[in-house]
Nanobody, 124 residues
Framework: QVQLVESGGGLVQAGGSLRLSCAAS????????MGWFRQAPGKEREFVSA????????YYPNSVKGRFTISRDNAKNTLYLQMNSLKPEDTGVYYC?????????????????WGQGTQVTVSS
């Protein structure tokens, strides 16, 4: 079992930056692929980024590529998402997720563990 708790969300102006953290409990974090998803009101949950267990591989959709950076510290059982050049369309609840699957899954159904989410609001 892995429990995930996100933090770092908030209100920021367009063009600003935020760093999200996801603290994981359990001894298996270091072997899990991890991902970030977001969900805006009235919209489906959207993939934001993913990283494999060893940080060798990451993946981003075009909507955030070049602006967001996913990273992890396995010694601290923590996942991060650095978000720069934020846009109003980045607004939503951001969730971290974990899975024992190999590689870097990009679909929400491929993840087994989820945090409760943290709100990010980008004002124009």
């Amino acid at each position: 079992q892995v429990q995930l708790v996100e933090s770092g969300g908030g209100l920021v102006q367009a063009g600003g930056s935020l760093r999200l953290s996801c603290a994981a409990s359990g001894r298996t974090f270091s072997s899990y692929a991890m991902g970030w998803f977001r969900q805006a009101p009235g919209k489906e949950r959207e993939f934001v980024s993913a990283i494999n267990w060893s940080s060798d591989s990451t993946y981003y959709p075009n909507s955030v590529k070049g602006r967001f950076t996913i990273s992890r510290d396995n010694a601290k059982n923590t996942l991060y998402l650095q978000m720069n050049s934020l846009k109003p369309e980045d607004t939503g609840v951001y969730y971290c997720a974990g899975t024992a699957r190999l590689g870097i899954p990009t679909k929400s159904g491929e993840y087994d563990y989820w945090g409760q989410g943290t709100q990010v609001t980008v004002s124009s």
